[in-house]
Every structure is written in C-alpha cells, then in structure tokens.
C-alpha cells in the first residue's frame, strides 16, 4: 500500500528556472514530511521538513509547501542549478514516530 | 562530525545463504532505521532501534531482523536470501523521538547487495 506516491518519475528543467517536484499522500494522520536528495552511490541527503502546522517553509532556493486538505506537498528549488540534479523523494510520518513512508522518487534533470 | 557509515559497501551471495550487515550511527544519535530501496520502489521501512528496543517495524518477512548495541551501533541481518533481496540497504540514524527535531534522518550511503 503505497501511502506516499510522486507520481512524476523524472522532470527535466532549464538552469535557472523553477523546478517542482510534487507529493501526494493518503494517511491524513501524517503530520511530518520531509525531502531528501539522493546522488547515485550515495545515501540521500536531507534537504528540507515541514510539520501539519505550517503551510509552508523556505531554506535558501527550496521551498516546501504542505496542503492538507488536499494531502499534497511540493517542492520548489528557485534558480534550479546543473548540481541540483539528482532523484528527489519525499516522506511522510508522524510526528512521535521514526517510520518514514518515502515516495518513489522524482529524477530531476536540470540542463546548462 | 563523522557521518553515518555502513559496511560492507557492496556484497554479492547466493540463494539461501544469510548476511549481516552493520551500521554506526553519528555519534549522540541514539536511533537507527533501515530502509529497502530496490528500483522504482523508493525506500521501504524495515525496522527502527532506539535504546536496543526495536520500536517500529515495517512489512518484511521474519527473515529479515535487526538489533542495536548499548553503542548504538546495529546491525541487519536476512536469512535464506532470495533473489528479490538484491537491493540497497539504507541506515539512517537520528537523535531518538524525545528530541525537537528529532525526526530528520541521516542516511549512509548503504550496502549493495545482489543476491545470484
């Protein structure tokens, strides 16, 4: 039961344009979500959180926002750079629990 | 600050043997999870230790099981290896759930393991 899904596999970009990734989620008792970078042969890397009680947070180019209601999250990277490209994911938990439902991942490509 | 690390990097075994695999959590990180990450399937939860106490665990079958040391450095082991196996085993360790922010996890690169 996938309670996490990035329905896009990959997203191409244009340096310094805008990227999206997006996240849908299911379990509405889901209150914590987080973003992570991954690069082939490395573990993923934290990029960015957000809990129920925001709708949205900034670090730096990455922005996340979080629509309840529609149990939907997006990441936005604001100028894409080329060394941004690598397979985002998203995931969700609740807040007293370290079991994180991850996505399946969105390979961005951001071209020179 | 060294970062989370796993060994071995890569391993390659056969149907029906067994394989352990260890991780050492960042220093003060007194909670460890492992993850399944195979081809278009994301990261799969497969358990979480906190203080030697495995506290969640996710859908995987009996052969699959874990412990944490008193040095919360832990370790996963499958037995009876199949051929579906064959994945990147992600460790990821955090603070424990009674810390503010506690929840964001540091991953290791992981152990790739193709089972032939």
């Known amino acids: 039961d996938q309670q996490v899904k990035q329905n896009s596999p990959s997203l191409s970009v244009q340096e310094g344009r805008i990227s999206i990734l997006n996240c849908d989620y299911t379990n509405s008792m889901f209150d914590y979500f987080l973003w992570y970078k991954k690069y082939p042969a490395e573990g993923p890397t934290f990029l960015i959180s957000i809990s129920s009680i925001k709708d949205k947070n900034e670090d730096g180019r990455f922005t996340v926002f979080l629509n309840k209601s529609a149990k939907h999250l997006s990441l936005h990277i604001v100028p894409s750079q080329p060394g941004d490209s690598a397979v985002y994911f998203c995931a969700a938990s609740t807040y007293n629990f370290n079991k994180f439902y991850f996505g399946s991942g969105t390979k961005l490509n951001v071209k020179p | 600050k060294a970062g989370v690390t796993q060994t071995p990097r890569y391993l390659i075994k056969t149907r029906g043997q067994q394989v352990t695999l260890s991780c050492s959590p960042i220093?003060?990180?007194?909670?460890v999870s492992w993850y399944q990450q195979t081809p278009g399937q994301g990261l799969q939860f497969l358990f979480e230790?906190?203080?030697?106490?495995?506290?969640n665990k996710g859908n995987f079958p009996g052969r699959f099981s874990g412990r944490q040391f008193s040095n919360s450095r832990s370790e996963m082991n499958v037995s009876t290896l199949e051929l579906g196996d064959s994945a990147l085993y992600l460790c990821a360790s955090s603070l424990g759930p009674s810390s503010r922010g506690a929840n964001v996890l540091t991953f290791g690169a992981g152990s790739r393991l193709t089972v032939l």
């Open positions: 230790y906190f203080s030697e106490t495995q506290r």
């Open positions: 220093s003060g990180h007194r909670s």
